[in-house]
């Protein structure tokens, strides 16, 4: 079984940053992809940014240019910094991984830009 504990996200304003980090542990023998979705009120969870494994990071069009995402092998987490925040960033954030036969996924975490 695997677990994935994400950071706690946070209310911010807009233009602001925010960064968060989700750790995987357990039995994790390969890992084809970890990465970053997002589900605003009332919308679909979408993908916000995901790194295959040996590749590069591939972004939403939405968060290009604003959010990076980076992942330490060693440690098995990875990271989602997050720049130039707007209102409709405002979301809940999971966490994914993703294995040869599966998908596992973090409980969310809340993050909030407003004035």
């Known amino acids: 079984q695997v677990q994935l504990v994400e950071s706690v996200g946070g209310s911010v304003q807009p233009g602001g940053s925010l960064r968060l980090s989700c750790a995987a542990s357990?039995?994790?023998?390969?890992?084809?992809?970890m990465g970053w979705y997002r589900q605003a009120p009332g919308k679909e969870r979408e993908l916000v940014a995901t790194?295959?494994?040996?590749?590069?990071?591939s972004y939403a069009n939405s968060v290009k240019g604003r959010f990076t995402a980076s992942r330490d092998n060693a440690k098995n987490t990875v990271y989602l910094q997050m720049n130039s925040l707007k209102p409709e960033d405002t979301a809940v954030y999971y966490c994914?991984?993703?294995?040869?036969?599966?998908?596992?996924w973090g409980k969310g975490t809340l993050v909030t830009v407003s004035s």
């Open positions: 994914n991984l993703r294995t040869v036969s599966e998908d596992y």
């Open positions: 357990g039995s994790i023998f390969s890992i084809n992809a």
């Open positions: 790194i295959i494994r040996g590749g590069r990071p």
